[in-house]
């Protein structure tokens, strides 16, 4: 599947992206683990979120089919998961094999995690480290997946120091901490998304935050609960970033997560000088969510603040077509673990904006892109789905027509892009090859 987006156009209009992928992950391991029942509205029908829910049902959790985001899930409690009777094959989902690699640490069987070509040739060592020093047995191809997860091992409480500020490697640390003996705490070293934490709470575990350690106790329970989850910021971020680089712009995005641990993409398009309104601030589920509304402005380069940089680590190659249409240079550093995504982002970003004139220098943690006149090309988008949308938006400024190739994985975290951008301005043609 390719994208063809003919050059020029404006976003507006009003609507609502896909719910957040993180959050759908996590409420459909957190619901399967908790005690009765629990409702979810707002649930991301993506691929990533979908293998989760497959991996679940393989374990014996009774799961409705989603309905426009609403299901279902029959909680079978912490000790209650069965064996599954397969290799879990989560396809492209690094947040669905690390978070399972803490979750399956403490329990009785044994379980083997797989996924995609992309999927394994991730880094898994990042989770394999601090699990095992929590006692749990796990095994991998040389650091990536296939993981073999070793059943009925005494999980202990301990302290982990992250060596890089990493939700995925928090969360499953924490979610091993359930399983475990006494008391697990994680410092990281700058602010990450903290949606584990907070639905824990949601579900009735105590989670302990002071000054950047999380710590919980092991053995306790979780209480079936109401989960509406947000429109997904990390793809409201496509939008945010076209409406402000296409004149005549002016695009509302409805209830979206503004988690101050999320909201890093606002925070670095604001100061390059985007002009995004937050309207009807709220309070959901225990999540702040807000509309933005963003219309045309011109952007100037900046040099990112580093502290932002993993509160939008999955939008910086959005926030790197800004910086293609941004007046001077934008600097972004402290990114290495762009690196180890669904592709090399940094790459990834820096050979397609040489292909469309953009000169850009690559650094090992980051890039300096200067702000130029975009030409039309063709964009390898290595089987990553934030690439295809990046690019995508890109058009809105070319001299010509872009073609994005292989455009099939967007479906993991925004299925219905093509027609939500059409709908709101973009000229795009899906195309099958």
Known sequence: MHFYLDPGGSLTGSIRVPGDKSMSHRAIMLGSIAEGCTTVSGFLEGEDALATLSAFREMGVKITDPQSGRLTIDGVGLRGLE????????????????????????????????????????????????????????????????????????????????????????????????????????????????????????????????????????????????????????????????????????????????NPTRDGVITILRAMGADIEILNERQVGGEPVADLRVRHAPLKGIEIPVEAVPLAIDELPAVLIAAACAEGVTILRRAEELRVKESDRIASMAEGLSQLGIENTVQPDGIEVVGGDLSGGVITTHHDHRIAMSFSMAALR?????????????????PGFADLALQTGLRLEVAEE
């Open 398 to 414: 070319a001299s010509d027509r872009i073609k994005v190739s292989d455009c099939a994985h967007v479906a993991t975290s925004f």
């Open 83 to 258: 064996p599954p009777t397969r290799v879990m094959d989560v396809g492209n989902s690094g947040t669905s094999i690390r978070l399972m690699a803490g979750l399956l640490a403490g329990q009785s069987f044994d379980s083997i995690l797989t996924g995609d070509e992309s999927l394994l040739r991730r880094p898994m060592a990042r989770v394999i480290t601090p699990l095992s020093q929590m006692g749990a047995l796990i095994s991998s191809h040389e650091g990536c997946p296939p993981l073999e997860i070793q059943g009925g091992r005494a999980l202990r409480g301990t302290h982990y120091d992250m060596p890089v500020a990493s939700a995925q490697v928090k969360s499953s640390v924490i979610l091993a901490g359930l399983f475990a003996d006494g008391r697990t705490s994680v410092t990281e070293p700058a602010p990450t998304r903290d949606h584990t934490e907070r639905m824990l709470n949601g579900f009735g575990y105590t989670v302990d935050r002071d000054q950047g350690v999380i710590s919980l106790e092991g053995g306790g329970s979780l209480e079936g609960t109401d989960i509406d989850i947000p429109a997904d910021i990390s793809s409201a971020a496509f939008f945010l970033v076209g409406a402000s680089i296409a004149p005549g712009s002016d695009l509302t995005l409805e209830h979206v997560g503004i």
